[in-house]
């Protein structure tokens, strides 16, 4: 069970950072965009 536990906790970590850095991608292209734009 602890196993499993561990396993999941890194799972989520990986997810949650993957989530992460994909929206912070998505507001660096908004923000040139922005720039370009003007």
Known sequence: MI???VN???L???L???VF???IQ???LEIM???ASK
């Open 8 to 10: 999941s906790c890194c």
């Open 16 to 18: 949650i950072y993957f």
């Open 33 to 35: 965009n922005l720039f």
């Open 26 to 28: 998505n507001r660096k």
């Open 21 to 23: 850095t994909h929206m």
């Open 3 to 5: 196993i499993l536990y």
């Open 12 to 14: 989520n970590k990986k």
